[in-house]
């Protein structure tokens, strides 16, 4: 089946400074893929929508500029937390959609700011 | 705009016994509708997914979904729960050309001995 994976499932880093966070679809081409953040014991919020080769789509209330998605290619497609502060601390997950309503996720990655 | 209601944020079983995890929904067009499961610290894996074909739809793990409009209700069951089902469930619905997925809150299943 479709598999997507993202790098890396966790990660410390320092206040202030940038994290970076792949979403790769290892059989297929994924024109658009999804970015959610989960908060312990919630659900996912979408931040925005990554179409290849154009900018992101982000929801109300979303940082474009904190948060900077590229989608480079078919099967990639990164997020990168600048200059990141504790309160950014979350469970970050990418989907990636293979076709109409056939979307499959990533394992997610912990980001701890401290 | 569309939503989902899950009904529960916990709902404990005993090994063997069945599961019912509710699910309301809202939405101005024809939804898709999904089940998703999650285990801690993981991704999401899809359970089963409805997408205006068959009304009961079955899925992986013996799990299946029956979708009632006239309740606008997509309730997820299993005859019989295994230790190995302890999870977070979403129910998510997604309508529209731009095919968001919209989450509920989750329901939390324990499964106990």
């Known amino acids: 089946g479709a598999v997507v994976s993202q790098h890396p499932s966790w990660v410390i880093c320092k206040s202030g400074t940038s994290v970076k966070i792949e979403c790769r679809s290892l059989?297929?081409?994924?024109?658009?893929m999804f970015w959610y953040r989960q908060f312990p014991k919630q659900s996912l919020m979408l931040m925005a929508t990554s179409n290849e080769g154009s900018k992101a789509t982000y929801e109300q209330g979303v940082e474009k500029d904190k948060f900077l998605i590229n989608h480079a290619s078919l099967t990639l497609s990164t997020l990168t937390v600048t200059s990141a502060h504790p309160e950014d601390s979350s469970f970050y997950i990418c989907?990636?959609?293979?076709?109409?309503?056939?979307?499959?996720f990533g394992s997610g990655t912990r980001l701890t700011v401290v | 705009a569309q939503s989902v209601t899950q009904l529960d944020s916990h709902v404990s079983v005993s090994e063997g016994t069945p599961v019912l995890l509710r699910c309301n929904y809202s939405s101005s067009y024809s939804p898709s509708l999904f089940w998703y499961v999650q285990h801690p610290n993981k991704g999401l894996q899809l359970l089963l997914k409805y997408t205006s074909a068959a009304t009961l739809v079955k899925g992986i793990n013996g799990f299946e979904a029956e979708f009632k409009k006239s309740e606008t209700s997509f309730h997820l069951t299993k005859p019989s729960a295994h230790m190995s089902d302890a999870a977070e469930y979403f129910c998510v619905v997604s309508t529209g050309t731009a095919s968001k997925l919209t989450f509920g809150t989750g329901t939390r299943l324990q499964v106990t001995l």
């Open positions: 059989d297929f081409q994924a024109t658009t």
């Open positions: 989907s990636a959609r293979e076709e109409l309503l056939r979307y499959t």
